[in-house]
């Protein structure tokens, strides 16, 4: 990967490591800002526009971005963003990530690089542009002029891959992290919503979870990671 190769490429002798840690930042950033422009897909429209004698052809003004198309994405998404061990800090990275001192500054805030915060930041955009009101009302007016994606079909494959990996063994804290905020993510949309069908699909995930997050009886993991299944479904227990 190419951040392996900045130590290499953007150590500089005699001055501070603020032109690594800026390297390493913008990599990681510019990822992030490649993805970012994909969860329209879900729920999206095409959209044409133009003359009624422009559409003697068979366009029409508004269509629906196919089903398929629409699960490839989100597939995608959730192997690129949701699946363990994505966005990453190169392990022999961390310990230089050091930025430099300018006059007062530090006062107030900590130094230290914040791995598992700026991961989550970009999780929960992901899942904040993916599951909320619009999306879903979209996902189901669209169903009225040839869509076929469906708000129960979004939730299912995202539950899946954000839960599915950690039925058994260790949990990895970036996993725990996940996997609560969108357990509470979940929680909180159904709370906001309206239509009948759309918190149905709501309801759905949230049974999935539960099923997923029962603590097995062998191969749980770590103390830590059996606290986490407990805690999941203590918070589904009060939902």
Known sequence: ????????????????????????SNLFWARFG?????????????VERGTTDQFDDGKQPYTPISKEEQVRTLKFLCAQVFAD?????????????QPQRRGFDFFGNTEDPK???????????????????????????????????????????LTKAIFAADRWGKISDERKNLQLY?????????????????????ANGLKMIKGY?????????????QAHRAHIQKILTAW
Do not use: C
């Open 213 to 225: 997050s029962k603590p097995p009886l062998l191969f749980g993991g770590d103390a830590a990671s």
């Open 182 to 202: 969108y357990t509470e993510d979940l929680i909180g949309l159904y709370r906001a919503l309206e239509k009948g069908t759309d918190k149905a699909a709501v």
């Open 115 to 157: 791995i598992h915060e700026n991961i989550l930041d970009i999780q929960s955009y992901m899942l904040y542009r993916l599951l909320n009101e619009d999306v879903f009302q979209r996902l189901s007016d669209t169903q009225k002029y040839g869509g076929e994606m469906t708000a129960h079909e979004l939730v299912k494959i």
């Open 34 to 46: 490649a993805l970012r422009a994909l969860p329209p897909f879900i729920g999206g429209i095409h």
């Open 85 to 97: 061990g994505q966005f990453q800090y190169p392990t022999e990275l961390i310990p230089y990530l």
């Open 1 to 24: 990967m190419l951040e392996e190769s900045l130590m290499s490429k953007f150590r500089t002798e005699g001055a501070s490591w603020q032109g690594l840690r800026a390297m390493h």
